[in-house]
């Protein structure tokens, strides 16, 4: 069952398995394989070459429509999937929950039955409730992106934060990163785990006790909640405090005081030479100094940049499906 939030709990049909068809989706990192996530990167680096141009816009995508579909606040995930469309000339259209008939009770079932009417190529949704992207790959004949469900998962993240490391030091085989902070309640941890384990990256997950979920070692990785492990690492990735979805009045820390001087990641704490990165928002002086955040082993602004190259290339794929990493630059194709 999807997690309670302040939206309506998503109706029995509408959690029903997607049905099946052969539109691709891109729902978790779990459904891909290494040789996914390499063409995507490939691409990305592809894309990369444009930003340097005058002309930064392609067109490859012209005449498709891309939907970005959000009932939950973002920066970063809803400007660079809107810029990442429109570099790549397709149509967008762009709905948040609030002023929409979300906020007058319409199911998600039939938002996106409404919006399916329009016959769009690509819909990225991000939602509070875990599932709602299937629901919206039920409903519409469209390729669905996840942007963001609940504490589920986060697969673009992951993938933009592979990016940024793989540019950094040129291959994610062997790297140590440690993920710090508020792993039970983050959907970029679940994620960027998954997509680091299965490149061959070696994961500790470091935090308190009762912010680390229970078993989260099956997925390959280390589990510690000493804080001076961080320093063995090659990269430091540190999460916010996920206070939204904290269920009311439950005790993960008794303070954010005590969790700045036990858990916050300080130049003190780290080695030379470590990178720092961070998906935002940055709640400078909780979970990082903004010493650390603005230093240059920082990584953080570079994410941003990786998001939109790692969104144009993930839109490009779902709508082509074919090997495309070698591609050059003046060869990418309209997608007819």
Sequence with gaps: MPEQTSLRPLMRDELLPPSRSNRRHLISIKDLGRPDVERVLGLART????????????????????????????????????????????????????????DKGESLKDTALTLGAYDPDIVVIRHASIGAPNVVARHVDAHVVNAGDGKHQHPTQALLDLFTMDEEFGSIEGLHVAIVGDVLHS????????????????????????????????????VSHDIDVIRDADVVYVLRMQRERMQAGANFVSSLREYTARWGVTAERLASGQRVMHPGPINRGVEITPEVADSPESMIQRQVRSGLVVRMAVLYDLLTGGPVAAVAPSAIREVA
Excluded: W
């Design 47 to 102: 894309f990369a070459t444009s930003l340097d141009r005058d002309v930064k816009k392609l067109p490859t995508l012209r005449g498709r429509t891309v939907v970005n579909l959000f009932y939950e606040p973002s920066t970063r995930t809803s400007a660079s999937f809107e810029l990442a469309a429109k570099r790549l000339s397709a149509d967008v259209m762009s709905i948040k929950s609030s002023g929409s008939s979300a």
């Design 187 to 222: 959907r970029v941890a679940r994620s960027n785990v998954q997509a680091l384990v299965l490149m061959g990256a070696h994961v500790t997950l470091v935090g308190p006790p009762p912010l680390i979920p229970r078993g989260i070692e099956a997925l390959g990785c280390e």
